[in-house]
Nanobody
């Protein structure tokens, strides 16, 4: 069955770094766009970053541009999606979700993604 499993979240001080990982299996995710979204307490789900199947096309939210980097490893049976987060700020605190599309269309809209992970908590202390 389709599984997206995030890991790498945790508690970090402002200015620190974290690397999130997502292992996606159960279908040919290597052909499709994938992305990261986040949801802070009391707020809606927010776009963070997305990448095409090859990694050749990426897009970032303005709030994370220059600090976060999305990348992927299209292994044979499992696709690994990463989010390197540097210079973290308290406002980056949220649950981070990995998402996969059924197309290679790089989109910032959550509705364009069909598969979601369970989320991993990132907390940045000031």
């Amino acid at each position: 069955q389709v599984q997206l499993v995030e890991s790498g979240g945790g508690l970090v001080q402002a200015g620190g770094s974290l690397r999130l990982s997502c292992a996606a299996s159960g279908r040919t995710f290597s052909s499709y766009a994938m992305g990261w979204f986040r949801q802070a307490p009391g707020k809606g789900r927010e776009f963070v970053a997305t990448t095409s199947w090859s990694g050749g096309s990426t897009s970032y939210a303005d709030s994370v541009k220059g600090r976060f980097t999305i990348s992927r490893d299209n292994a044979k049976n499992t696709v690994y999606l990463y989010l390197q987060m540097n210079s973290l700020k308290p406002e980056d605190t949220a649950v981070y979700y990995c998402a996969a599309s059924s197309t290679d269309w790089v989109s910032r809209r959550a509705g364009e993604y069909d598969y979601w992970g369970q989320g991993t908590q990132v907390t940045v202390s000031s």
